[in-house]
């Protein structure tokens, strides 16, 4: 299916393509959600616009998707990266924590953070548009050690992922 005008795509009934499922744009002979590939030779954007009307090369992937050799897709993994405005603030002192994920894909990662001390969820944060979560522990923490780590619950386009871990100490 090629598309030499760059019209958006639009479900044809006598191609048994369907219409679209929410957050994606159909099923291809590549399957894939969001990005697909029809008739093995053209790919269009989730909003529905042609991407290329070339083949892909065979084990290529689709935007926002790992593809294996088998034809299947797996969620990308986020990286990032957990950082506290103090490691050792006086006990009950106000600590933000910002949870800064890279989507290593052009589709940004959006959600909740859950921020967690001793694997105890302490409060939770939504991404910006520039993929950070900030929270701010104004209660502060009681005199000791606390392990600090932020966790993203994946969805269909990112797995899950757990920051690296802060220790905080305070007096």
């Excluded at 052009?106 to 001793?118: D, E, H, K, M, P």
């Amino acid at each position: 299916m090629t598309n030499p005008d760059q019209q958006p795509w639009a479900p044809d009934p006598d191609r048994r393509v369907g219409t679209p499922p929410s957050g994606g744009i159909g099923t291809g002979s590549g399957g894939e959600r969001g990005t697909s590939v029809f008739d093995g030779n053209a790919t269009f954007r989730e909003d529905g616009s042609l991407l290329t009307s070339a083949a892909r090369p065979a084990g290529g992937s689709a935007q926002g998707y790992n593809r294996s050799s088998a034809g299947t897709t797996a969620p990308l993994t986020p990286t990032g990266v957990l950082s506290a405005t103090s490691l050792t603030p006086a006990a009950l002192a106000s600590v933000t924590f910002t949870a800064n994920l890279d989507s290593v894909s052009s589709f940004a990662i959006t959600g909740v953070v859950t921020f967690l001390r001793n694997g105890v969820s302490i409060g939770t944060a939504t991404l910006d548009g520039s993929e950070d979560a900030v929270f701010v522990r104004t209660a502060g923490f009681s005199a000791g050690t606390h392990t600090i780590t932020a966790t993203y619950p994946g969805n269909t386009r990112y797995s899950a992922f757990t920051t690296n871990a802060l220790t905080v100490t305070t007096a």
